[in-house]
């Protein structure tokens, strides 16, 4: 097999590029490089005018506005990939959204409103983007959302999006469950703590970066790289019998019950 040309002649739609610093890109750059073809979404103008020179550098010209909480919108999106591609191979889903405020103090304080808005566009999302990709997707198809450590175990400032990201990691089994008989595979990443835009809206981000690198036995924190070759692993046949599952790539930070104690470390 030459790696090189891993995903060449495959097709897929990457949503939640926000900057060079998005997991998405990170995934959909490493894509390109071996063969991937890809089509992108963006959420307005301002997001749009960053999306597109990145998607320009890797020769893509399909370019969607679409907002995941608006229905039409993602009929749309659809639409044109059809009419464009006719089918596609993969999905990349990294999109979350919470109100900034209620993520800075205690989960019990969520309001009804973000706690329905957090929900829809962080978790549910993906079944809707799903139930018209299968449509159009390859018998082999893949597609892979994004998730923390936060839907296993409270992290300080998550709250809600948490709770979105434990339901999402649910979604990720029933996906599959449903899919599986058309060979259309469902896989979530659940990563490390990054500099990353939608990090930063977290409350007390800075922090929690640090204490995960030093807690996590590699002691050091996620590449954005490495965080694309998982995604060429989930969505290549490389993981061809892999399904319904959540991967870790934190540097091992998941499998501590408790941080090392300070003369324990070397």
């Known amino acids: 097999m030459n790696m090189n040309e891993l995903m060449k002649g495959k097709r897929g739609l990457v949503m939640g590029v926000a900057n060079d610093r998005s997991i998405a890109w990170g995934m959909a750059k490493v894509l390109h490089d071996v063969g991937a073809q890809m089509a992108f979404t963006y959420q307005g103008d301002a997001f749009g005018k960053r999306v597109k020179p990145l998607a320009d550098s890797i020769g893509s010209d399909i370019l969607i506005d679409c907002d995941v909480s608006n229905e039409n919108d993602l009929d749309n999106v659809f639409d044109v990939l059809k009419k464009e591609w006719g089918n596609i191979d993969f999905v990349i889903h990294a999109i979350a959204f919470s109100d900034k405020d209620e993520l800075q103090g205690r989960y019990v304080d969520t309001t009804l409103e973000n706690f329905l808005k957090t929900m829809h ?62 060979g259309i595979r469902i896989n979530a990443i659940s990563a490390g703590p990054m500099r990353t835009l939608a990090g930063a809206v977290i409350g007390g981000a800075r922090q929690t970066f640090k204490k995960s690198v030093a807690a996590s036995p590699l002691k050091r924190p996620v590449e954005l790289s490495e965080l694309g070759r998982t995604g060429i692993y989930l969505l290549s046949d490389m993981a061809g019998a892999v399904t319904g599952e959540t991967h870790y790539v934190d540097c091992g930070y998941n499998v501590l019950g408790m941080a090392p104690h300070e003369d324990n470390r070397r």
């Open 121 to 182: 566009i962080s978790c549910y999302s993906f079944t809707s983007v799903m139930r018209r990709a299968k449509d159009i997707m390859n018998e082999g198809g893949a597609a892979v959302t994004l998730s923390y450590y936060g839907a296993q175990k409270v992290m300080p400032n998550y709250n809600v999006m948490g709770v979105a990201k434990a339901a999402l990691e649910s979604s990720v089994r029933y996906l599959a469950a449903d899919l599986g008989g058309q």
